[in-house]
């Protein structure tokens, strides 16, 4: 009698574990721990319906749903405790090694995984938990993780890691072309492999005298801290005795700006400038941050309102131009689009002007919200993406570098 009430607790039990699992692995795994999570709550099914009757079967039904209930909340902590398993090379530089005279430049940005690994968000879980930040419901996050994966697999892969490595090599070839034969180039993510201190202890190894750290940002933020924080903790001017400088994050760079100007221009696609439409997507952080970082939110609009002001200069009407926010902020993208859309526009070209290289907020995110409004057919949309491997970005990054390199040397 004692063991029908204990395999209800264990499968109960096991059906919630198993669905977050299937929520929440690698696509690869997914269809086993679906089969899986089917298999076992259809037993349970079968179990309650011919094991129990009367008031037996009623209260095993709600043994089962607490059970179910109890293994999905164990499984959902234990999915949210994963640690970040990137690890540091050991630096084998000593104190008093001059190194070999060579500047190594770190591009440090956002970083993306090409497939589905939920890690980024579960660390940002911790933070927004850390600081009470309310974003998605503990028992809500395998299934973020779910529609994470399903993203991923609408559009593919995820092209920021790659977009980003053929950036810094634009960046390299734009400093060989100038002349400069000896600088180093290493690329480093703050969620993706490899980490910015790991990239710091590979150019010591490598002999760097001097590093600079290419912020690849819009904004200072708490992801340019973090990014800071890793470094610092190396504290390599004590040990090694290299300095090792900060460009800042590209919000003030009036090159990128430009940048924005010249695509839509160069994607009209024969629309006249008064039937075109262009619309800045932001990325928005949460209003608690701001009082930790204030600039970051006045920084990311100041620089999409100075752009659109340069749009009006070239000819764009007003009216046609807008801003909308991704999350946490107002306008929201759809409502933002269908203002455009009132004022006569017959392309809307869009951005996600905040986000460096491709990645699946550009690539899914800013057009699933673009779609969302409810445009005349008339209107065609045209996603400009993120900011990628444009020439004027490249020189807008190295303008930063060179910046910083002509100060220290004053």
Avoid at 25 to 54: A, E, K, N, Q, W
Avoid at 364 to 387: C, H, I, K, Y
Wanted: charged letters at 25%; glycine letters at 8%; aromatic letters at 10%.
């Amino acid at each position: 009698m004692k063991s029908r009430w204990f395999i209800v607790v264990l499968l109960g039990t096991g059906g919630g574990m198993l669905l977050v699992q299937y929520l929440t692995v690698h696509p690869l795994d997914m269809s086993l721990y679906l089969v899986l999570t089917m298999i076992v709550l259809g037993v349970l099914l079968l179990f309650l319906v011919r094991r129990f009757r009367g008031w037996s079967r009623r209260l095993a039904w709600l043994l089962a749903v607490i059970c179910f209930a109890g293994g999905y909340w164990f499984m959902t902590g234990r999915f949210l405790s994963r640690e970040d398993t990137r690890e540091l090379p050991l630096l084998t530089r000593t104190a008093g090694d001059p190194g070999r005279g060579t500047l190594a430049i770190v591009y440090f940005t956002h970083g993306e995984p090409a497939t589905y690994d939920p890690i980024g968000w579960i660390n940002q879980f911790r933070e927004f938990d850390e600081q009470g930040i309310a974003f998605v419901p503990f028992p809500v996050r395998p299934i973020f993780a779910f529609m994470l994966r399903q993203k991923y697999l609408k559009v593919g892969r995820s092209d920021h890691h790659r977009m980003h490595a053929q950036m810094l090599s634009s960046l390299e070839r734009a400093y060989r072309s100038g002349g400069d034969s000896t600088t180093r180039f290493y690329i480093s993510f703050l969620d993706d492999e490899p980490r910015p201190d790991a990239a710091v202890i590979r150019a010591l190894n490598d002999g760097a005298s001097r590093i600079i750290v290419s912020e690849v940002f819009l904004t200072i933020s708490n992801h340019t801290a973090e990014g800071k924080e890793l470094i610092r903790n190396l504290h390599i001017e004590e040990r090694v005795g290299v300095p090792v400088q900060f460009t800042g994050p590209l919000w003030d760079s009036g090159l990128l700006k430009e940048m924005f100007v010249r695509r839509a221009n160069a994607n009209l696609g024969g629309t006249e400038k008064s039937r075109a439409g262009v619309l800045l997507v932001g990325h928005g952080q949460p209003k608690e941050w701001d009082a930790e970082w204030p600039t970051e939110t006045a920084q990311e609009l100041g620089f999409r309102e100075e752009i659109l002001r340069s749009l009006e200069r070239d000819g764009f009407r007003r009216e046609s131009l807008g801003l909308g926010w991704m999350e946490f902020r107002e306008p929201k993208v759809a409502p933002a689009v269908e203002q455009m859309g009132r004022n006569g526009i017959r392309r809307l070209l869009y951005f996600s002007a905040a986000i460096s290289a491709d990645a699946i907020h550009s690539q899914f995110d800013t057009p699933e919200l673009v779609g969302e409004a409810r445009l005349p057919d008339s209107v065609e949309t045209v996603n400009l993406g993120a900011w990628n491997d444009d020439p004027l970005v490249i020189r807008a990054i190295k303008e930063k570098i060179d910046a910083v390199r002509l100060k220290s040397t004053q």
